[in-house]
């Protein structure tokens, strides 16, 4: 090597540390980059993201590929380097091919391209993995070499280093990701899910509109008394029953009796005739399962009932929504505020209203 041209070691080093580089900005954009970004490309089929994906499937193997030609260019660099310092300044170059090629390695084969790598992994990786993914297969012995050393090592410390890691999300990591997508979604949209994830915590006693709140129709009471509640009525579904709630017989879509009401032709038998089974909801049911079973159901509207089977509320699918949309209906309860601040700061809060909607407001 010492009869080699200067003009050609100088150029070999330039090369040799261009390939570090490489190497190092390759390393730090495969450990860097989103897995689900990576997986939402490799779903759209984009050719770069299904071959770094093969390639982190083995991440020993990968880091194997990666560790050797890094480590062979710069000891590579490292003697072509020791070899034109001692040209130009004989064994005194020693000393300063140490010095000088390690600031030099350290600023353009290390921290430069690790860092644009750790901002802005996918310029990196999906170019790169049209090199690495040849470059194991050629060097794919001394690769398996190595690997069955180090995970052999890594064995006698129980870590199986061939496990894919599965990266998941628990509910509160997602709801940080959610808080911290910024511009990408939207403030609705962002309380809108925020607020499924909350359903799994709330239950149906914390929507529920209380037993003496419930509007229905008592049977038993005059005809007159009935027709006039019906015209007045805000609801489109009353539950019907025998004096209270425990005595519910079912539940009345008012649209069903409309032409009847118009023409002043209803009966208490054609109320009855009309009326639906009534659909219950044990107490303390989960807010998620209660949506599933509404929509398995095909229903809208439930009674609430603790394990006696009394009934001390009703439930909505309206209520459920309300819970991730947030107020949409035009009920006269949502015109009224439930709670007010007064001039002191203080709050004027209606004694009925739930905890869990004065947390959230």
């Not at 038993?220 to 027709?227: A, E, G, M, P, Q």
């Not at 009525?233 to 539940?251: A, F, M, S, W």
């Amino acid at each position: 090597m010492n009869e080699l041209p200067l003009s050609f070691l100088v150029i070999s080093l330039v090369i040799l540390i261009l390939l570090s580089g490489f190497f190092s900005g390759s390393e730090t954009g495969m450990m860097t980059i989103n897995r689900y970004r990576l997986r939402h490309l490799a779903r759209q089929n984009h050719r770069g993201a299904l071959r770094v994906t093969k390639l982190l499937s083995r991440i020993d193997r990968l880091i194997g590929v990666i560790l050797l030609g890094n480590n062979f260019v710069n000891i590579l660099a490292s003697a072509i380097a020791t070899i034109i310092a001692i040209r130009f300044w004989g064994d005194a170059g020693v000393a300063a091919a140490t010095i000088g090629l390690t600031l030099i390695i350290l600023i353009f084969a290390e921290v430069t391209p690790k860092t644009l790598a750790a901002i802005n992994p996918e310029r990196i990786v999906f170019p790169a993995s049209l090199i690495l993914q040849p470059l194991l297969k050629l060097l794919y012995p001394f690769v398996w070499f190595v690997n069955q050393i180090t995970n052999n090592i890594l064995k006698l410390f129980r870590i199986n280093p061939t496990i894919i890691r599965k990266d998941q999300l628990s509910r509160e990591e997602l709801r940080t990701l959610v808080h911290e997508s910024g511009n990408m979604i939207s403030n609705q949209h962002q309380s809108m899910l925020l607020s499924i994830l909350d359903l799994e915590k709330a239950s149906v006693n914390d929507i529920m509109i209380p037993r003496n709140e419930v509007s229905g129709i008592d049977i038993t009471h005059n005809l007159s008394d009935i027709i006039n509640q019906l015209k007045t009525c805000q609801h489109t579904r009353l539950p019907v029953y025998e004096k209270d709630l425990n005595g519910i017989i079912g539940i009345l879509h008012i649209r069903r009796i409309a032409r009847l009401l118009a023409n002043d032709a209803l009966s208490k038998d054609a109320i009855l005739a009309e009326i639906k089974d009534p659909y219950f909801i044990p107490e303390n049911t989960p807010l998620h399962k209660l949506l599933i079973n509404f929509q398995a159901a095909k229903r809208r509207i439930g009674l609430v009932v603790d394990e006696y089977g009394d009934v001390f509320g009703l439930a909505t699918l309206e209520d459920i929504l309300e819970e991730i949309v947030g107020e949409f209906t035009t009920d006269m309860n949502s015109v009224i505020k439930p709670f007010d601040q007064q001039a002191d700061g203080s709050y004027m809060i209606d004694g009925s209203t739930h905890i869990r909607t004065i947390n959230r407001s």
